[in-house]
């Protein structure tokens, strides 16, 4: 899948433990243009993202395993542009789900929405230092879900820019310089069978631990060109 | 006339509506569900109010299970039920319920058992006047579909 094509439509991923507001919030995006996956908690939407629980050590991660590839059950690479989750749920939750987005050098660059039927104010200022995005109060309406476009914007932009810094440093080095913001979009085209672009190099790479890497003042997704060939059903 | 027969049954739809907003029975969510139904979802409203009649009737059941037993102690149980049944009634738009669920959360977090019970009878007596009036409703839109169909004939 190209750059063109990711383009015409923006995905979303959407978690929340009650089916009504699941059911809801899918057609709230859907009616706003945006691909929905909707899953039913902070667990499974870190399965959904490629995270998984053993990232931090190296040593004890398979090569194989990929680890920031979202799949579907289809085995194809799904790229999240945002990711919307209600507060409240048992087990992680949404707070937890975007701390854990937030640490992942991997994730981290995807914007979070938090959602909460209650209006607390230290919850919520807690969120936005977390790096929320936004905060939403529940019943989302249509009108909030405008507020959402700036924000995968200015990821989808500064991506861009990163991708095209990226070509012209290629030039110089054969080894992995430790990559800018890669959204995975650019992983997607970093992935595609060997056009002329030199990058072949950084996807024979084996990625070290993303939590290892020192991070570069935009952010560091070093594991970006990890092959993926194996992928992780879609649990819903 | 065919077209008096739809006329006079979106009427009645808008009186019932009218009616449910009037007692606060419903509020301003219901009308933003109405309006996330179209052609690409003609039966989204619908869909919606059926999981949550699903819902609310195990949550219901549950609650009511759980005060009535005789070691009763499950307070913490009582709110999360609450709080979803809270959370899905005001998703839908059912206000007064929701209000209702608020006042049961209070009376179950000053561990008075009485006031739960009661908070639970009125609950249950909300639950059943929604279930009606909006079984009413789609009924009404049903036979205002059918009656538009026979003046103009078009796919269902």
């Known amino acids: 899948m190209g750059m063109a094509a990711a383009e015409s439509q923006f995905h979303v991923l959407a978690v929340d433990d009650s089916v009504i507001d699941r059911k809801l919030i899918e057609r709230l995006l859907k009616t706003s243009s945006y691909q929905v996956t909707t899953v039913d908690s902070g667990s499974k939407a870190l399965q959904f993202l490629g995270l998984h629980e053993e990232e931090g050590d190296p040593q004890t991660n398979p090569p194989q395993t990929p680890c920031v590839s979202p799949t579907n059950s289809h085995h194809q690479e799904v790229e999240v542009n945002l990711v919307i989750t209600d507060y409240c749920m048992p ?17 981290r660059n995807i914007p979070v929405v938090i959602m909460s039927s209650e209006n607390v104010p230290s919850r919520i200022s807690r969120c936005l230092e977390e790096g929320a995005e936004e905060f939403f109060l529940k019943p989302v309406r249509l009108s909030d879900l405008n507020r959402l476009k700036p924000h995968i914007m200015k990821t989808k932009i500064k991506g861009q820019q990163n991708l095209e810094k990226l070509e012209e440093e290629s030039e110089e080095t054969q080894f992995p310089s430790p ?11 970093l992935q595609q069978p060997p056009q002329s672009q030199p990058q072949p190099q950084q996807q024979e790479q084996q990625p070290p631990s993303n939590n290892k890497r020192k991070a570069m003042e ?17 649990l819903v | 006339m065919l077209g008096l027969g739809e006329d006079r049954l979106r009427a009645d739809m808008n009186r019932l509506l009218a009616l449910l907003f009037h007692q606060g029975v419903l509020d301003e969510q219901f009308l933003q569900l109405q309006q996330l139904q179209d052609e690409s979802s003609p039966n989204f409203v619908s869909e919606v109010v059926n999981i949550y009649f699903h819902e609310s009737e195990k949550l219901l ?27 899905s009634s005001s998703s839908i738009g059912a206000k007064r319920l929701a209000n209702v669920c608020v006042a049961f959360r209070t009376a179950s977090q000053l561990n008075n058992r009485p006031g739960c ?12 006047y929604l279930k009606n009036k909006l079984h009413e409703l789609f009924q009404l839109e049903q036979q205002r579909i059918l009656a538009a169909g026979v003046r103009y004939p078009r796919q269902m």
């Open chain 1, 91 to 107: 087990g992680m939750t949404g707070y937890d789900l975007l701390k854990k987005i937030k640490e992942s050098s991997s994730l």
């Open chain 1, 179 to 189: 990559p800018t913001l890669l959204p995975l979009q650019e992983q997607q085209q």
């Open chain 1, 218 to 234: 935009e952010g560091l997704s070093p594991d970006r060109t990890r092959p993926r060939y194996n992928g992780i059903a879609t």
């Open chain 2, 61 to 87: 059941m549950n609650l009511r299970t759980l005060l009535m037993d005789k070691e009763f102690s499950g307070y913490k149980k009582i709110g999360i039920h609450l709080n979803q049944m809270m959370g």
């Open chain 2, 117 to 128: 019970l009661r908070a639970l009878e009125l609950l249950e007596h909300e639950y059943c």
